[in-house]
């Protein structure tokens, strides 16, 4: 829009200055001179031509009119000038210049070669003695200032049009500039070459709890905590000399009038160092733009999280040693309750009355099924402590198959279950514990009889799967949704929840699974659909686990969010002072 205003305005000057100038021209072609006539309606026709090409659209032809215009008048000077280096080469010069302020590239270079023409035949003339015309000298002074004074001021025009756009451009960006430094939200800072703060934005007032006047000529490093000191240097170092930007998280001095304490109160904050990269930097140091953002609230939150992990942790560490200790305490009374009992019904002590028989047989199977919930709970703390012991050997898996089968045939003919046992021939032999194994398989076929219904089947497998060994059990019992499927091996998690529930247990058994099988480096997998049954498949690798610790370096939590580490003290606690 400059652009084509600029060029219009060209037009009307070039046919105001000829429509003026062409009154005495003819003048003095009554009296013989014809130069001052033709330069005159040189620059009339065209500033006609290019104000009527504007007016149709065409700017960019129209420009270069303008150009051509000065050209041509230069052209004719120059040739009817005997003289190498007249004032129709200034005016072709002239030319040239209009075209690098209104003109596209590719025409700048038409104007730079035309001139160049220009030259080549005013010299190649005045060397000759083609162009001398014997006019009088008054005459080709008189139109050789009147073109030249043309091309001045159109050019002069054009420059002075351009330049001030460019202050309004300039003026306007920096108020841009100033109204969003003054209205962001961070608090913004301008440092010096030497470090001290020339600019602050009116947000840093409430950042830094002061007139913001009050920060300017100052060194930031006095009102940092003395520990974050270092870190700004460095930080501000590799800004200000070696020209890099940086982001560094710092405590930072908020004054308070009306503290009734001395202690000074320190807020986080994150600062962001630009260096101001400018050739003219004094020393090779730049100035530094910093933008700081209060980040205390997410700082306590993190803090807040870390203590409330902490807290966590130590009540799963106390929760754990109050199992094992609570385990170790009912194990041994619950084996003399199940001793005893044993010898009563099995006649041991004297033959005891049929009533007396039955209730000595309860207490057995009673003591009997509290013993095995109490190993369970043994056996899940010393997982999630990491202290489950892994004896990682050669076996073959397919011999403890019968072994667990054997376990399980009283519950499944109690509940009118068949078992059908599927093993693969000519197994490799897997480096896996074998007392795990049996109770990982012992756990899945008893789940699966539990779940079965009377007269149901559970299908025990055992097969190469690539590079581990596939232990999998099936039933076709009642099955899971897909939310309690997406739930297996979570503590104490059970299908039918409540008072009313059918199925007794705690709801350890596959949880203590998915440790062992993960100790052992593998991967427990389940499907399952409502009143189809379940397939519960266990892959252990055949190489064994990683380790063969004694007891394993991992600690493996069973449940679904992972525990962090204890942390140090938070920020807030700290009571050093700042000087």
């Not at 090409?53 to 032809?61: L, P, S, V, Y």
């Not at 309004?168 to 001290?196: C, N, P, T």
Request: glycine fraction near 8%.
């Amino acid at each position: 829009m400059l652009r084509r205003k600029t060029i219009a305005n060209n037009a009307r000057l070039l046919i105001g200055m000829a429509a003026f100038g062409l009154l005495p021209a003819m003048y003095l072609l009554m009296s013989g001179g014809a130069v001052p006539f033709i330069v005159a309606c040189l620059l009339l026709a065209g500033g006609m031509i290019s104000l009527s090409m504007h007016h149709r659209g065409h700017f960019d032809a129209s420009g270069v009119a303008q150009v051509a215009t000065l050209m041509a008048t230069g052209l004719f000077l120059t040739i009817a000038d005997p003289r190498l280096g007249d004032a129709g080469m200034a005016i072709a010069l002239m030319g040239s210049v209009l075209a690098a302020l209104i003109a596209h590239n590719s025409q700048r270079r038409a104007s730079w070669y035309a001139l160049a023409l220009i030259i080549a035949l005013g010299a190649i003339a005045a060397i000759s003695g083609i162009g001398a015309m014997r006019l009088d000298d008054s005459q080709t002074l008189l139109a050789s200032a009147f073109g030249f004074l043309c091309a001045f001021a159109v050019v002069a025009h054009s420059a002075h049009r351009i330049n001030s756009a460019y202050e309004v451009h300039d003026k306007a960006q920096i108020s841009a500039y100033r109204h969003l430094i003054e209205h962001v939200q961070d608090a913004v800072l301008r440092f010096g070459g030497d470090g001290a703060i020339l600019l602050a934005s009116r947000s840093s007032e409430t950042l830094f709890g002061c007139p913001r006047y009050q920060l300017s000529g100052e060194n930031l490093s006095s009102r940092l905590h003395v520990l974050d000191r270092p870190a700004f240097l460095t930080a501000f170092a590799d800004a200000n000399q070696g020209g890099r930007s940086r982001t560094i998280e710092l405590r930072l001095r908020q004054d308070n009038p009306r503290a009734v304490s001395g202690v000074p109160r320190f807020v986080w904050v994150e600062m962001q160092l630009s260096p101001i990269l400018d050739e003219a930097a004094h020393a090779g140091r730049y100035e530094v733009i910093a933008l700081l953002r209060d980040i205390t609230g997410r700082k306590d939150a993190e803090a807040a999280m870390a203590e409330a992990r902490r807290s966590a942790e130590e009540a799963l560490q106390a929760k754990s040693r109050f199992l094992a200790t609570i385990g170790h305490e009912l194990r041994t009374p619950l084996n003399a309750v199940v001793g005893f009992s044993e010898m009563m019904t099995s006649g041991i002590g004297g033959e005891l009355p049929a009533t007396h028989k039955e209730y000595a047989g309860l207490i057995h199977q009673s003591g009997k099924h509290l013993l095995e919930v109490v190993s369970m709970l043994l056996d899940m703390s010393r997982i999630e402590a990491g202290k489950f012991e892994v004896r990682a050997e050669p076996m073959a898996p397919g011999d403890i198959m019968p072994a667990c089968l054997s376990m399980v045939e009283a519950m499944a003919a109690e509940r009118q279950v068949q078992l059908l046992p599927e093993i693969e021939p000519d197994l490799p032999l897997v480096n896996a514990d074998e007392r795990l194994c049996r109770q990982i398989l012992i756990n899945l076929l008893s789940n699966a009889i539990k779940f079965s219904h009377e007269g149901g089947m559970v299908t025990a497998t055992v097969k190469r799967q690539g590079q581990a060994i596939n232990f999998s059990v099936r039933d076709r019992g009642i099955g899971m949704a897909p939310a309690a499927l997406a739930r297996i091996g979570e503590p104490f998690f059970q299908v039918q929840d409540g008072l009313t529930r059918k199925y007794e247990g705690t709801g350890l058994g596959l949880s203590i699974v998915k440790g062992l099988v993960e100790l052992h480096g593998g991967t427990l997998r389940a499907m399952s659909e409502i009143g189809a049954g379940t397939t519960i498949t266990v892959l252990l690798p055949i190489n064994g686990p990683a380790t063969k610790a004694g007891e394993t370096a991992d600690i493996v939590h069973l449940h679904r969010e992972p525990l962090a580490q204890a942390t140090t003290s938070s920020w807030q606690n700290e009571t050093r002072k700042a000087q």
